[in-house]
């Protein structure tokens, strides 16, 4: 007898339900032990709350914890529910994004297994090969078979792909990137492999100004972009300095000290998430990013998009069922200062720019 898609839809998620909590990857340090660096923060949890915000860009001082920071947000998230065996870790509750493999498997029903949210590095130096997969050559001169070995789009798809010194990538991988991001497929057409997967992955970079500028069509999908500075206040590099010396001292003891922190705000994000779906953007929000944008003279609307997305989310963060002006103002300088046009004229950095146009908007 055939089965509707809702029937195969339950038995796919017939599996009893997977722990929302998961104790802390040993080794790891806490992102809630994070000093400081609240704007790089808060655009980590509002990427991990939403990711159709596009991903963060944090720009910065060498040593300010911009890697620590997006390493220590992969071991806080809770795990997520992925096809058993699939190399893509399809959503086994989104049937229409499935990979060919496991579409097939469909009207089997497909196994269900928690798995951690993958958080991928992308090196400077990876091949397009190494990035988009190729012809598994073991296999095929082992067997004679051609298979398709995936690559790390492949392994970030529903995560985080992350990646240093992004300034520096190369022009061909950040093509790559580019197509992917904007379709959320990667598409392999060599050495006789036809393959299409699925690759939506949050987009995450980190890297140093002073070392070269980011393309403009690939700063454009970045969602949020962050500065984040050396810490000029005495406390706080001695917090941060504290800190680091007692995890690299024990970071087994550091973890365990932090963990109530660490399952805290877990809970926060999941109940954020669950939240999202029914915070209410007005009018009156819409219309005031509107025309701080326009204020701005921001090209498109992808400024205005993402800042009433992140608005939303930060409003979900905080358990609120409304966005305000205040959630505008806390998320405007990271969803616009990258997306600003070079004004000759004004020295001002993109961030002053940015306060400025808010005190004119909002008053």
Known sequence: MALTQSALSRRALKPDPLPAIRAPATGTY?????????????ALLIAAIDPSVGG????????TGKSTAVRALAALLPPMRAVAGCPYACDPAETAGLCATCQARLPHGLP??????????????????RVVGALDIGRALAAG????????????NRGFLYIDEVNLLEDHLVDLLLDVAASGVNTVEREGLSVRHPARFVLVGSGNPEEGELRPQLLDRFGLAVEVTTPTDLPTRIEIVRRRDAYERDAAGFGAAWAGEERALRE???????????????????EAAARLCLALGTDGLRGELTLMRAARALASLEGQRRVTTDHLRGVAPAALRHRLRRNPLDEAGSGARVARALDEVFG
Do not use: C, H, S, Y
């Open 268 to 286: 926060t994000i999941l109940a954020a998430r669950d939240r999202l779906g029914g915070v209410v953007v007005p009018d009156a929000a819409l």
């Open 112 to 129: 269900v297994q928690a798995v951690p949210v993958p958080v991928v590095d992308l090196p400077l130096g990876a091949t397009e090969d």
């Open 145 to 156: 078979e051609k298979a398709f070995e995936p690559g790390l789009l492949a392994r970030a």
């Open 56 to 63: 963060v860009l944090v720009f910065g001082d060498r040593g």
């Open 30 to 42: 806490p992102f809630a032990a994070i000093v400081g660096q609240d704007e790089m923060r808060r």
